[in-house]
């Protein structure tokens, strides 16, 4: 295949590609993402080849491996077009029953079926599982579809059909409107216009211009970037070559943790892709526009998720942060203009110039339009990545999306933001989710991560966890972040100890506001967030721990005792078999006792009480 020299040449590419394409043709889709490779779907992927082969279906039948689908707890996931018949947990195994019943038959195979766990029903179809029904999959809908590893694929799918519209006669300044008109605002935690950044960025002096990709995602248990860059990174490419257009930029960076090499894999083979069909480099489809994008892999600090700390590190110094007096649109990367947007962000490019901004502005809230992917962790029935409108409540991801809280547990908090967000109580479970509402309530959209608690998660801890965090993230530079995170987590750990004085709380609210005051970057400058969140809407917490020396949710070894209530047990036997540590005595269907001595505050035996016969005291 030679270069596109031009739009039209592009235009006759995709229709030969979709004139080759059947919609109707049976294909086998198998989820290759990170989750699905856990869980051995390569296996799986070579078996139904090889099954495929074995029975002369090749002609008829293609097998395609796709970017993560998001319900990576169910992996590996199987989806057969076009009906979309949605198999879960499918293993090498099954391979031949899924060939010779389905494909050859039309027979489902029924074990491999989604049981909806409310209503015990065996769910057939894709867009049927309560997980996906809610979502409105525009950003991620096309990974479960695309073979990452193919330009056709994407191409089939519409991809570089903004790009083309804009090389076809856009200005850059009717690009920058566009953005600014749909109101994209950044997806990385922030939440800033991103066509206002762009402009300030054209505006500014320079003779070159950089446009970077953030996809550091150092915020703990979310992959939704990781899972955009694996699963279709040619929409993360095509909304930089735009942006770079707009912005008059001829050099770009994906800037990757190197803990994701599957992303880098599937990125650096789009690149030579899009490279060799004039999509990417010199002269774009005939143009006279220019842009080239390079990888660079982060050692995987948090704080070079940060612009300023990122550019350090691209530019090959300590990922250290630097007072923001003049803002990186104007110097940057090298000291030049440089853009940098999330991951997600970039992706959300090509959508608004394809459909246009009045459609993306019917999608969302006054305030925050579009959708938002959100990785929902925790104690939730159904997790893994979804992408919802912005205006969801948090009450319809958690159930609706998520199934609830698992085992008939009480919901306690949700925490958005990671560690630069906050704990959210169930009384605000019917907030719209928008970036100024989730503020208002004392947490933040951040890049997306959302985790879900239960009554037996210590909200202490949970202070404790993000600040262990945060100040072992913490570069070190300013002394209010590097000292202040440090301190907070003393105190907290200390509370958690049983050593906690009725002072503490009000010196970690006065140590909370000067480290939010006075830090060099946003990593100082929100590490207090959970913690105050906590102290906000979980005070009692705090305070049974420092005045009873309790834990009412039985997590903080030290302040817990397990015992069991004799009027309670029957005697099963469970929390024997669960022990760990042998702790448990007495005969079945006799009264058990826990010996002290022995107990190391697990807890498996209250988690797993039927009969709700073990307490914390
Ligand atoms: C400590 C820290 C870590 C950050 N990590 C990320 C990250 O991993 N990915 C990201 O896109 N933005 C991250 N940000 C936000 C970036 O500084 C920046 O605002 C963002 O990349 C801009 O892109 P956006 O406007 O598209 O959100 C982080 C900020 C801070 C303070
Ligand atoms: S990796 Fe397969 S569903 Fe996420």
Redesign the pocket.
């Known amino acids: 295949m030679s270069k596109l020299v031009s739009t039209a040449e592009f235009e006759n590419l995709r229709k030969t590609l979709l004139d080759k394409t059947d919609p109707e043709a049976p294909c086998i889709t198998i989820c290759s993402g990170t989750g699905c490779h856990a869980y051995g779907c390569g296996k799986v992927s070579d078996a139904f080849k090889q099954e495929i082969k074995k029975k002369k279906l090749g002609r008829k039948v293609k097998v395609r491996t796709t970017g993560c689908h998001g319900f990576c707890e169910r992996g590996p996931l199987v989806v057969i077009y076009p009906k979309k018949i949605f198999y879960q947990r499918v293993g090498v195994k099954d391979v031949p029953e899924v060939i010779s019943e389905t494909i050859m038959k039309g027979n489902l195979v029924e074990r491999l079926l989604y049981v909806d766990p409310d209503t015990k029903e065996k769910i057939v179809y894709e867009d049927d599982v309560p997980f996906y029904k809610k979502q409105q999959r525009l950003i991620f809908g096309n990974n479960g579809i695309i073979d990452p590893t193919s330009i056709d694929d994407y191409l089939v799918a519409g991809g570089y059909t903004a790009l083309a519209k804009v090389l076809n006669g856009m200005s850059s300044k009717e690009v920058i409107s566009t953005v600014k008109e749909a109101n994209l ?8 216009p ?1 066509g206002v ?1 762009w402009e300030s960025c054209r505006n500014a002096e320079g003779d070159e211009k950089y446009v970077i990709c ?6 703990p248990g979310a992959y939704m ?1 990781r899972s955009l860059l694996e699963g279709n990174p040619h929409s993360v490419l095509e909304g930089m070559i735009i942006g770079a257009y707009a912005i008059g930029s001829s050099q770009g960076y994906v800037y990757v943790r190197n803990e994701y090499p599957l992303a880098v894999s599937n990125l650096t083979v789009a690149i030579k892709q899009a490279e060799k069909y004039g999509l990417l480099g010199d002269n774009i489809l005939g143009s006279g526009v220019s842009f080239k994008v390079y990888i660079s892999k982060g050692g995987g600090a ?6 300023s ?2 550019t350090a590190s691209l530019e090959g110094n300590v990922g250290e ?1 630097k007072a923001k007096h003049i803002h990186t649109v104007v110097s940057g990367f090298k000291d030049k203009p440089t853009t ?7 992706a959300n490019v090509p959508l608004i110039i394809d459909k246009g901004a009045e459609w993306y502005k019917k999608i969302g809230t006054e305030g925050s339009k579009g959708t938002k992917i959100f990785s929902l962790v925790g104690k939730v029935n159904n997790t893994g990545l979804v992408e919802v409108p912005m205006g969801i409540s948090l009450r319809e991801i958690i159930y609706d999306i998520g199934g609830g809280v698992p085992g008939g547990k009480k919901f306690k908090a949700v925490q958005t933001g990671g560690p ?1 967000g906050g704990c959210i109580p169930e009384e605000h479970l019917d907030l719209p989710v928008d970036f100024d509402r989730l503020y208002e309530v004392g947490s933040m959209m951040g ?1 997306g991560g959302m985790i879900v608690m239960d009554e037996r998660n210590c909200m202490v801890d949970v202070a404790k966890y993000f600040l262990n965090f945060l100040k072992d ?1 913490s570069c070190g530079k300013c002394t209010s972040c590097r000292e202040g995170t440090e301190r907070l987590h003393e105190i907290v750990t200390n509370i958690t100890l049983g050593k906690g004085k009725e002072s503490d709380i009000k010196l970690l609210e006065e140590l909370g506001e000067v480290i939010v005051e006075s830090s060099l ?3 100082g ?2 590490a207090p967030y959970p913690l105050l969140s906590t102290l906000r809407y979980f005070r009692d917490e705090y305070e049974a721990h420092i005045k009873d020396k309790r834990c009412p949710a039985g997590v903080c070894k030290e302040l817990t005792t397990f015992l069991i209530v004799k009027e309670k047990c029957i005697g099963c036997g469970r929390c024997k078999v669960v022990c760990p540590s042998q702790a448990v005595t007495g005969a079945k269907k006799k009264l058990h006792k826990i010996v002290q001595k022995k107990c190391v505050k697990c807890g498996a035996c209250y988690e797993n009480c039927k009969f709700d016969a073990v307490k914390v005291k």
């Open positions: 605002r950044g997806r990385g935690g922030g939440g800033f991103a950044k953030n996809a550091d995602e150092g915020d970037d948090f704080v070079c998720g940060e612009s700390a990122l942060p940098i947007n999330n991951v997600e962000t970039w630069s890049s993230e970057c946003a990593l400058g929100t």
